[in-house]
């Protein structure tokens, strides 16, 4: 049963912008908070940006003021705009649900920025 499906991702040109979509259903629909983790060649996976139902948001330094992470609980969605990428951010990007007790992890986006 597919709790976590992802969209968007791709490649564009450093500067340009990508937007993830993450939609959750099932168990994974009653999360307290949603956000995004990446993984690139060779390192572990960090944080990106989360958000709670209620809008509460946080975001890694990396992604200060170049990303914004938002949601619409009636579709349960939650949204990570990014913009002027740069090459550091090629990563696989994951959702991430947390609900009580239980975290789920959506299957990843390949995001490439070009320099």
């Known amino acids: 049963q597919v709790q976590l499906v992802e969209f968007g991702g791709g490649e564009v040109q450093a500067g340009g912008s990508l937007r993830l979509s993450c939609v959750a259903s099932?168990?994974?629909?009653?999360?307290?908070?949603i956000g995004w983790y990446r993984q690139a060649p060779g390192k572990q996976r960090e944080l990106v940006a989360t958000?709670?139902?209620?809008?509460?948001?946080n975001y890694a330094d990396s992604g200060k003021g170049r990303f914004t992470i938002s949601n619409d609980n009636n579709k349960n969605t939650a949204y990570l705009q990014m913009d002027s990428l740069k090459p550091e951010d090629t990563a696989v990007y994951y959702c991430?649900?947390?609900?009580?007790?239980?975290?789920?992890w959506g299957q990843g986006k390949q995001v490439t920025v070009a320099s």
């Open positions: 099932g168990s994974a629909a009653g999360y307290n908070t």
């Open positions: 958000i709670t139902r209620v809008g509460r948001t």
């Open positions: 991430c649900a947390d609900v009580t007790y239980r975290r789920y």
